[in-house]
């Protein structure tokens, strides 16, 4: 996003949110404002679920009064600033480890209805740990969930890896052959299946959270007791007299040089670093499933629209799409499994009416427009229907798609796992790797680490 978007963006909430930046508004009288980070066909599917919630005989409880979309992109934060009548009453969080910074000072406790459904949960246990706050016997819940994510998965096209008189559709997706591998293996893969026109890895790396979910995929495999504790509010720096994490360990360092091994591998990416830097997530898809010059991306499963329009602009079928779960490092080592998502949290002066709205949203048939229609949606709540692909591209991933167990890394530590602090380490650590060091990842790592402090500071 560039600046001068930015500052549009900014404006459209500061000033008058209907006029620079809001949508979708239908009815009478104030509407109420819905922030998202959405944009293209994310933002025109929670239209359509706002849309579907509106309805009469949606066969939800309703929301008659009329709302509106305020989409800020990465200025997310923009909406938990604002001031005035003009100020979003709702906002789609989508690092939800933030809730507990927020909670009972720019975000308000939502009902304890919310969180259930016909006398049960709503939502599984990681969820309520994270959007819970107090003390004393004082604990309420800050946000709904509204999207999850599963951000521990490879994406592969079959055909690459199978002999070209192979039945794809008869033959099972558990059996090929990337399935079997280790993360340490890659870097000996790349080598063995390189060629002038292709490469095993794409990395949307323009993306920081691409490099970021990877980071966190490696670090919960090697060292799940690193992941956490790191994930949890830092301690006293006695000596400092300031809050800060402890980088400086096994487990980190340990990760850091099996993910240069991967990205300083030669012969990891099509087009080499260089291209890596200037791809988004939807680019590197598009290299494994469009353009064949990757045959593997990691990616979460909200990568499936692009996979499937790539699939309708070859002309090819959903059978040559391999899901497979994020390797564990080595032999003995744990799978990572980890879990993302957008919440609904209601800010402190919000409408009365908000919410009703949450409530409508987190009905379990609310999101049934976005995963019937648009894909790329995995609710929150097993109570809302799976869609058919769930049991198409994901044939193989289905039962885990919702099942994860710690939540995203980045969004766990604050601001230091956003763009200026864990985004930025490991884009200059992907460079280093790759052009400044390369062959010495060892001296990439101390950068990293020390680099890493300085965010922290």
């Given at each position: 996003?560039?600046t001068t978007r930015r500052?549009?963006l900014?404006?459209?909430?500061?000033?008058?949110v209907t006029?620079?930046?809001?949508?979708g508004t239908?009815?009478?009288?104030?509407?109420?404002?819905v922030?998202v980070?959405?944009?293209g066909?994310?933002?025109a599917?929670?239209r359509?679920?706002?849309?579907g919630?509106r309805a009469?005989?949606?066969?939800?409880p309703?929301?008659?009064?009329?709302v509106?979309?305020?989409?800020l992109?990465d200025?997310i934060d923009i909406a938990?600033?604002?001031?005035?009548?003009n100020?979003p009453d709702i906002?789609?969080?989508p690092?939800a480890?933030?809730?507990?910074?927020l909670?009972?000072?720019k975000?308000?406790a939502?009902?304890?209805?919310l969180?259930?459904?016909?006398?049960?949960p709503?939502y599984p246990?990681p969820?309520w740990?994270?959007l819970?706050h107090g003390?004393?016997?004082?604990?309420s819940q800050?946000?709904v969930?509204?999207?999850?994510?599963n951000?521990?998965?490879?994406?592969y096209?079959?055909t690459a890896?199978?002999?070209?008189r192979?039945?794809?559709?008869?033959?099972?997706p558990a059996?090929d052959p990337?399935r079997?591998?280790?993360?340490?293996?890659?870097p000996?893969?790349?080598?063995?299946?390189?060629?002038?026109e292709?490469r095993?890895l794409?990395?949307?790396?323009?993306?920081?959270w691409?490099l970021?979910?990877?980071?966190?995929n490696?670090?919960r495999?090697?060292?799940p007791?690193?992941?956490?504790?790191?994930?949890?509010?830092?301690g006293?720096d006695?000596?400092a007299g300031?809050?800060r994490?402890d980088w400086h360990?096994?487990?980190?360092?340990?990760?850091?040089?099996?993910?240069?091994?991967?990205?300083g591998e030669?012969t990891?990416?099509p087009?080499?670093?260089?291209?890596?830097?200037r791809?988004?997530?939807a680019?590197s898809v598009?290299?494994?499933?469009?353009h064949?010059r990757?045959m593997?991306?990691?990616a979460?499963?909200?990568a499936e629209?692009?996979?499937?329009?790539c699939?309708?602009?070859?002309?090819r079928?959903?059978?040559t799409v391999?899901?497979?779960p994020?390797p564990?490092?080595d032999?003995?080592?744990?799978?990572?499994n980890?879990?993302?998502?957008?919440?609904?949290?209601?800010?402190?002066?919000?409408?009365?009416?908000?919410?009703?709205?949450?409530a409508a949203l987190?009905e379990p048939t609310?999101p049934?427009p976005?995963?019937?229609r648009?894909?790329?949606?995995v609710a929150?709540?097993d109570q809302?229907?799976?869609?058919a692909?769930?049991?198409g591209?994901?044939r193989?991933?289905?039962d885990?798609l919702n099942?994860?167990d710690?939540?995203d890394?980045?969004?766990?530590?604050?601001?230091?796992g956003?763009?200026?602090?864990?985004?930025?380490v490991?884009?200059?650590?992907?460079?280093?790797v790759?052009y400044?060091?390369?062959?010495?990842v060892?001296?990439s790592?101390?950068l990293?680490l020390?680099a890493?402090d300085?965010?922290?500071s």
């Amino acid at each position: 996003m560039t600046t001068t978007r930015r500052a549009v963006l900014r404006a459209g909430v500061l000033l008058p949110v209907t006029a620079a930046c809001a949508t979708g508004t239908v009815g009478r009288g104030d509407p109420l404002r819905v922030a998202v980070s959405w944009s293209g066909s994310e933002l025109a599917a929670f239209r359509a679920v706002l849309a579907g919630v509106r309805a009469p005989g949606a066969g939800v409880p309703g929301y008659a009064d009329p709302v509106e979309v305020v989409p800020l992109g990465d200025d997310i934060d923009i909406a938990l600033n604002a001031r005035g009548r003009n100020a979003p009453d709702i906002v789609m969080l989508p690092d939800a480890g933030r809730v507990q910074e927020l909670a009972g000072t720019k975000l308000r406790a939502v009902g304890d209805s919310l969180w259930e459904w016909q006398g049960r949960p709503r939502y599984p246990g990681p969820w309520w740990d994270l959007l819970r706050h107090g003390a004393f016997g004082a604990v309420s819940q800050y946000g709904v969930p509204f999207k999850s994510a599963n951000k521990s998965l490879v994406w592969y096209d079959r055909t690459a890896f199978l002999d070209a008189r192979t039945d794809l559709g008869r033959t099972d997706p558990a059996t090929d052959p990337p399935r079997s591998w280790t993360l340490d293996e890659w870097p000996t893969r790349m080598r063995e299946f390189a060629t002038d026109e292709r490469r095993l890895l794409a990395l949307g790396a323009a993306d920081g959270w691409v490099l970021a979910d990877m980071f966190a995929n490696v670090l919960r495999s090697v060292t799940p007791g690193d992941y956490e504790e790191l994930a949890r509010p830092p301690g006293n720096d006695s000596a400092a007299g300031v809050l800060r994490r402890d980088w400086h360990r096994d487990g980190v360092r340990d990760a850091l040089t099996v993910l240069g091994e991967l990205w300083g591998e030669p012969t990891a990416f099509p087009g080499g670093v260089a291209a890596t830097l200037r791809s988004q997530l939807a680019d590197s898809v598009r290299e494994v499933f469009q353009h064949r010059r990757a045959m593997l991306v990691v990616a979460p499963d909200f990568a499936e629209p692009i996979v499937r329009r790539c699939l309708r602009a070859t002309g090819r079928s959903d059978v040559t799409v391999g899901v497979m779960p994020f390797p564990a490092v080595d032999r003995g080592y744990r799978a990572p499994n980890i879990g993302g998502g957008d919440v609904m949290v209601i800010t402190a002066a919000a409408s009365e009416r908000a919410e009703r709205l949450v409530a409508a949203l987190a009905e379990p048939t609310a999101p049934l427009p976005w995963t019937t229609r648009y894909g790329g949606f995995v609710a929150p709540s097993d109570q809302t229907p799976r869609p058919a692909s769930y049991q198409g591209v994901f044939r193989t991933v289905a039962d885990r798609l919702n099942a994860w167990d710690i939540f995203d890394f980045a969004d766990l530590i604050g601001p230091i796992g956003r763009r200026n602090g864990l985004w930025r380490v490991l884009t200059d650590f992907l460079v280093d790797v790759g052009y400044r060091r390369r062959g010495r990842v060892a001296e990439s790592v101390d950068l990293a680490l020390a680099a890493l402090d300085r965010s922290a500071s």
